[in-house]
C-alpha cells in the first residue's frame, strides 16, 4: 500500500474526469489515496473527489490560485508535498497537468514520467507504461531512488470509476506562502469554438462532399454535442466550401488520433487515411460498400448518412440520459 | 569610291561595333553565371537536330499558321541578307554587283529576292492580323513585337520601292526577274524622269541599309535577339526526351550553397534560354498552372529571369556576384514557383527548346535547402519520407499487405526472379491504388511471368523529395534503395506508378543503379504483343485514355497504354481535346499531389471538364496520382454514378482469364 497525492484538475467549477481516473486507479488498488485541489471558493467542489475514492483531501484556499498558473501551483504543490512526503504523486497528462508536475518534480529533485497509459502498483512502488516514437514502441518504467516518484497519466486511459456519493473523507486546510509571484493571470479568453479543436477532442466526426452543403454538416453537429466531439471535413468537403480548412482532416490538413472516429460519407482517399488512420476505434459510414474507408475501418455502416446519423443521435442522446 | 563609300563605312562600322560590344556584354553575362552545364556530347545528333529544327523549322511548325509564317520571314530574311550584303559592297565599292555570276544565275537570285520579300511581307502582314486583330493571350501586349514589325515591314516595301525605281531607272532589264517590283514599277514609273527614279532608287537603297544596321544595334536588346541565340540553343539542347535532374554532390564540402539563389546560381545555358526566347507563348498556352490562373506563366518566368539578369547587368561584369538580387522578387515570387506541376508541356512546346522545369527546381532546391521556405503542407511529408520511407504516414512493415492471399513472393524469400515488380507507395498504401496492383499481379500470374517483391525493403523512390527541392532526401532514399536492389542483383524492374518508372529509369544511373526499367503499360504491350496474354471476355464501353506526364512527355510513352485498351474487345478509345503531348496534366506533379491548390481553378477539374466532354463512361489512366486527381475530379462535378475511374491494369485483368 502506497501514500499517493494526487493533484485534481478542475475548470468553471467543475472537476475533470481525468482527476476521477486517477483516483479510481489508485483506490482501487487499495492505496491510501490523498487528493490535492487548489484554487478560491472550492470548498463544495472538494467533497466531490470523496465520491470517486479520495480518503484525504487536502483544501488549499489561496486567492492567488483562483485562475491556473504555473508558478503559483507548482509553487503550492511542491510545499504541500514537501511536508506530507508521499510515496506517489499523479497528475493528468492535460495541458496544464503536464506544465505544472515536471516543474513540481524540479523543485523536488525528484523523476517523473510522462504521458502514461497503465498503471501498476507494488507495496509503495509503481511501475509505469509509456508509449515512445509515437506509439510505435511501448515502455515500462520503474523508478529509481528515494523521494516521491511522479507521473502524468494520459486522459481516457484508466476508466473513470462509478461514484459513490455515500462516501466522504477527512478534509485538510493547507496554507501555502506563495510569496512575490512573477506572473499573475488577470482573465481567460475563451476560444470562439465551443466545440473542442479535432486535433484534441477524444470524438471526431467526420463528414465528405456527400453532405452536399455546409448546412447539412448540422446532423454531424448535433451527434457532435451529444458526444462532446469535433467535427472535421475532408479535403473535397473543405474544397466545396463546406467547412473552413482548419476542420480538414488528412496529410495536408490536421492529423488526428481520438478514441473515436467516425467518418461520415468519406470514401477514404489516402490524403484523408493519411490523417486520421490512428485513430483508436474508426466507425465509417458510406453508401458505397465497395470504398477504401471500409479497409481501414473497425466498423462500417453501409447506409445513407442521412438517415445512419440522425439514428446515432438518437440513440446516444438515450443512453446519456439513463 | 564615292560620297557613298565615306558616307556608309563609319556608319556600318559604327553600327556593327556597337551590335559586337552589346552581344560581347551578354556573353560575359552567360560566362559569370556558376552553375555547370556539359552540352556537347553526342556531336553528330546536335548537327542533325539544328539542321531539322533550325534551316527545316520542324518545332516552329508544330504550330501551323504561325509556323508557316515564321518560316517564310526565317528562309526569306536568308535571301534577303544575301541581297543586302550585294547593296552593302556596291556602296563600299561603287557598281560592284553579284552579275559576276553570269546573266542567268543572277535572273534567278533577283527572281528569289523578290520572292523573298514577297513571302517576308506577307509574313509581317500575317502576324499583325494575328497580333492585333486576333489577340492571342499567348503573345499578349510587346513593344519590341511593335518595333520588329514596324522595321521588318519597312525593309520589305523599301526593297520593293528600291528595286521599282531601279527597274524604272537604271536597270529595266531587271523587270524579268522582279515580278513583284515590275507590277509596282507599272504604277511608279511614270511619276519621275529617268534620273529623278535611279536617284530614288538610290534613296530607297539607303532607307533598306539603315534599317538592317538599325537592326544591328537594336537586336542584342530586344528579344528579336532569338535570331541570334536561338540556332546554338538548339545546338546546344538536352538530346534525349528522358532527363533526370542533376544531382548535387554533397561530397564536395567546397559547395557553400544548394540551388539558385540569384540568377547567376544557374547555368550559362540558362541565361542563353532567356537569350532565346521570342515570347511566342506556345509553353503558356499549354500550361496548367497558367490555364488554371495560376501566377506561373512559364512565358513571363523566362522573360522576368532575363530581366533580373539584366537589372544585375553591372554587378555580373563587375565581378560582384555576391551583390546581385535574390531571384525571389515581385516577379518570380514563391506562389510562381511552387505552382508547377512539372508536366513538361513548356519544354515541349517550346520551339526553341528552353527548359524551364529545371530552373524552377534548382530555385525550389534552394528555398527548401537553405531557407527551409516550402508550403507547410510538405513538412509532414518529409518527415513520413524521413521516418517511413514513404510521404504518406504509413508503417514500412505493412508495405506488403496490398498482397495478401495472393501469394506473392518478396526478393528475400526468392530472388530469382525475371523482374522485380515496384510496388511505390501508393501501391502499397492507398486502398483505391492497392486494387490496381492487385490486377496487375494477377495479370502477371497469368502470363506466368516470375516476379518478386521488395516488401518492407522498398522505401520511396524520392521523386516527390526531389521535386520539391529535398535533393538531400532524395539522394539518401534512393542510395538505400538502389543498394537494396543491386543487393539482390536486379535486373529488370516493372512498376506501375510513372513517377517511380522516371525516377529508377532515368534518375538512378547517376547513383549506381542500372536497370532495363518498364513500366506496367509497356510491360503488358509487351506481353499481349507476344501473344502471352489475350482480352477475351469483351468490355463494351467508351474509354478515354488520359496521359500521365511522366509516362508520356517525361518519357514519350504513348502508344503502349492505347494498344492495352484497344486490345480489348468492343472497347471503344476515345480521345479527349488535348492529349498525347498536348495533354493536360492532373494536376499532382512535381510534388503537388502533398500541396494545397489555394489559388484559381482546380486542375484535376479542368482535366475532369475534357474528360468528361468525351462522353466516355470510362476514364482510363496508368498512374496513381492522375486516378486520384480524376477521381476526385469526377467527384466534385457529381459524375461519381456515371463515370469510373480505372487503372489500364484493371480493364486488363478484367477482360482475361
Not at chain 1, 471558493?41 to 470523496?50: T, V
Not at chain 1, 456519493?165 to 477527512?170: P, R
Not at chain 2, 544595334?217 to 538536352?238: C, E
Not at chain 2, 482480352?535 to 464501353?541: G, R, V
Amino acid at each position: 500500500m502506497a501514500k499517493i497525492f494526487i493533484v485534481a484538475e478542475h475548470r468553471d467549477g467543475r472537476l475533470k474526469k481525468a482527476t476521477f481516473e486517477l483516483l479510481g486507479a489508485s483506490a482501487a488498488a487499495g492505496n491510501e489515496t490523498h487528493a490535492l485541489i487548489l484554487g478560491e471558493g472550492i470548498a463544495e467542489l472538494a467533497k466531490e473527489l470523496a465520491h470517486y475514492g479520495a480518503n484525504k483531501i487536502h483544501v488549499v484556499e489561496n486567492s492567488a490560485l483562483k485562475n491556473y498558473s504555473a508558478e503559483a501551483y507548482s509553487k503550492a504543490v511542491a510545499q504541500v508535498l514537501k511536508a506530507a512526503s508521499p510515496d506517489i504523486v499523479l497528475a493528468s497528462h492535460t495541458p496544464t497537468g503536464r506544465d505544472f508536475l515536471p516543474r513540481v518534480a524540479a523543485k523536488l529533485g525528484v523523476g517523473l514520467a510522462s504521458d502514461c497509459t497503465q498503471l501498476s502498483f507494488d507495496g509503495s512502488k509503481i511501475k509505469v507504461r509509456r508509449p515512445i516514437y509515437a506509439g510505435k514502441v511501448l515502455v515500462d518504467v520503474e523508478f529509481l531512488g528515494s523521494g516521491p516518484v511522479m507521473a502524468t497519466v494520459r486522459p481516457n486511459a484508466l476508466g473513470v470509476p462509478k461514484p459513490d456519493t455515500s462516501k466522504t473523507a477527512e478534509l485538510i486546510q493547507e496554507t501555502v506562502e506563495l510569496g512575490a509571484l512573477k506572473t499573475k493571470v488577470l482573465e481567460i479568453v475563451k476560444g470562439s469554438s465551443a466545440r473542442p479543436d479535432v486535433t484534441e477532442a477524444p470524438v471526431v466526426i467526420s463528414g465528405g462532399r456527400s453532405l452536399k452543403s455546409a448546412e447539412n454538416f448540422k446532423i454531424l453537429e448535433d451527434l457532435a454535442d451529444v458526444l462532446g466531439a469535433a467535427v472535421g471535413a475532408s479535403r473535397a468537403a473543405v474544397d466545396a466550401g463546406f467547412r473552413p480548412h482548419r476542420d480538414q482532416v488528412g496529410q495536408t490538413g490536421k492529423v488526428v488520433s481520438p478514441t473515436l472516429y467516425i467518418a461520415c460519407g468519406i470514401s477514404g482517399a489516402i490524403q484523408h487515411l493519411a490523417g486520421m488512420r490512428s485513430s483508436k476505434v474508426i466507425v465509417a459510414i458510406n453508401t458505397d460498400p465497395e470504398c477504401p474507408i471500409f479497409q481501414a475501418a473497425d466498423y462500417g455502416i453501409v447506409g445513407d448518412l442521412f438517415a445512419v446519423v440522425p439514428l446515432l443521435t438518437q440513440e446516444f442522446k438515450k443512453i446519456k440520459e439513463h | 569610291m564615292t560620297w557613298q563609300t565615306f558616307v556608309f563605312l563609319p556608319i556600318a562600322l559604327g553600327a556593327f561595333g556597337y551590335s559586337f560590344y552589346r552581344f560581347q556584354l551578354l556573353f560575359q553575362m552567360m560566362k559569370a553565371h556558376r552553375g555547370n552545364s556539359n552540352r556537347l556530347d553526342n556531336i553528330p545528333a546536335r548537327i542533325m537536330t539544328t539542321i531539322v529544327n533550325v534551316l527545316g523549322q520542324r518545332a516552329v511548325l508544330e504550330n501551323k499558321g504561325p509556323g508557316i509564317m515564321h518560316t517564310a520571314i526565317f528562309w526569306g530574311f536568308i535571301i534577303i541578307t544575301t541581297g543586302t550584303l550585294e547593296q552593302f559592297v556596291s556602296t563600299i565599292y561603287q557598281g560592284a554587283t553579284f552579275e559576276f555570276m553570269g546573266q542567268s544565275l543572277y535572273s534567278g537570285w533577283l527572281f528569289l529576292q523578290d520572292l523573298a520579300t514577297l513571302a517576308v511581307l506577307l509574313g509581317v502582314f500575317y502576324a499583325s492580323y494575328r497580333r492585333y486583330v486576333v489577340r492571342p493571350v499567348a503573345l499578349g501586349k510587346s513593344k519590341d513585337a511593335n518595333i520588329v514589325l514596324l522595321f521588318t515591314g519597312s525593309l520589305m516595301v523599301a526593297i520593293f520601292l528600291m528595286n521599282s525605281f531601279h527597274i524604272a531607272g537604271t536597270h529595266p532589264w531587271y523587270a524579268n526577274s522582279l515580278f513583284v517590283s515590275q507590277w509596282l514599277a507599272t504604277r511608279l514609273g511614270g511619276l519621275a524622269s529617268e534620273p529623278t527614279n535611279a536617284a530614288l532608287g538610290t534613296f530607297f537603297k539607303w532607307v533598306h541599309m539603315l534599317i538592317v544596321l538599325g537592326f544591328a544595334v537594336y537586336i542584342p536588346r530586344s528579344k528579336h535577339l532569338h535570331l541570334v541565340a536561338a540556332g546554338p540553343n538548339t545546338f546546344l539542347k538536352t538530346l534525349p526526351r528522358e532527363k533526370g535532374m542533376t544531382p548535387i554532390n554533397f561530397e564536395d564540402e567546397s559547395v557553400q550553397q544548394y540551388g539558385a539563389a540569384k540568377v547567376t546560381d544557374l547555368s550559362w545555358k540558362d541565361a542563353l534560354d532567356y537569350y532565346s526566347c521570342t515570347e511566342c507563348g506556345r509553353c503558356q498556352d499549354l500550361c496548367p498552372a497558367f490555364n488554371t490562373q495560376k501566377p506561373l506563366t512559364p512565358k513571363m518566368l523566362i522573360t522576368d529571369l532575363k530581366h533580373n539578369l539584366y537589372a544585375n547587368k553591372d554587378k555580373i561584369l563587375a565581378g560582384k556576384l555576391d551583390e546581385v538580387s535574390h531571384i525571389i522578387d515581385q516577379n518570380v515570387n514563391e506562389d510562381v514557383i511552387w505552382a508547377c506541376t512539372s508536366c513538361r508541356a513548356c519544354e515541349i512546346a517550346c520551339p526553341v527548346f528552353i527548359e524551364h522545369t529545371d530552373k524552377i527546381y534548382d530555385i525550389r532546391r534552394n528555398l527548401v535547402m537553405m531557407e527551409s521556405r516550402f508550403p507547410p503542407e510538405v513538412q509532414p511529408v518529409f518527415k513520413n519520407m524521413e521516418t517511413n520511407g514513404s510521404p504518406w504516414a504509413f508503417s514500412s512493415a505493412d508495405r506488403a499487405k496490398w498482397a495478401e492471399g495472393l501469394s506473392v513472393k518478396t526478393m528475400a524469400e526468392d530472388s530469382n526472379v525475371e523482374v522485380l515488380l515496384w510496388v511505390g507507395c501508393a501501391g502499397s498504401y492507398d486502398e483505391r491504388n492497392k486494387k490496381v496492383l492487385r490486377a496487375f499481379a494477377s495479370i502477371l500470374k497469368k502470363a506466368e511471368v516470375k516476379f518478386s517483391i521488395l516488401g518492407s525493403e522498398e522505401q520511396c523512390t524520392g521523386d516527390p523529395a526531389r521535386r520539391i527541392g529535398n535533393e538531400y532526401l532524395f539522394q539518401t532514399l534512393a542510395k538505400a534503395n538502389i543498394e537494396t536492389m543491386n543487393r539482390y542483383s536486379v535486373k529488370r524492374v516493372v512498376t506501375a506508378c510513372p513517377h517511380c518508372y522516371n525516377t529508377i529509369k532515368n534518375e538512378y544511373k547517376n547513383f549506381g543503379g542500372n536497370y532495363e526499367v518498364y513500366h506496367h503499360s509497356e510491360f503488358m504491350a509487351k506481353l499481349i504483343a507476344e501473344g502471352k496474354l489475350k482480352p477475351t471476355k469483351s468490355l463494351d464501353a467508351t474509354i478515354t485514355f488520359h496521359d500521365s506526364c511522366y509516362l508520356g512527355r517525361w518519357n514519350n510513352i504513348y502508344a503502349d497504354p492505347r494498344k492495352v485498351i484497344t486490345s480489348i474487345p468492343s472497347a471503344r478509345l476515345v480521345e479527349m481535346t488535348q492529349h498525347h503531348d498536348q495533354s493536360l496534366c492532373c494536376g499532382a506533379g512535381g510534388g503537388r499531389m502533398w500541396m494545397e491548390e489555394k489559388i484559381g481553378k482546380r486542375i484535376n477539374v479542368a482535366r475532369t471538364e475534357q474528360a468528361l466532354e468525351t462522353n466516355a463512361e470510362i476514364v482510363a489512366s496508368s498512374c496513381p496520382f492522375c486516378i486520384t486527381m480524376m477521381t476526385d475530379g469526377i467527384t466534385t462535378k457529381e459524375m461519381k454514378d456515371k463515370v469510373k475511374v480505372m487503372d489500364i491494369a484493371e480493364l486488363l485483368d478484367q477482360t482475361t482469364t
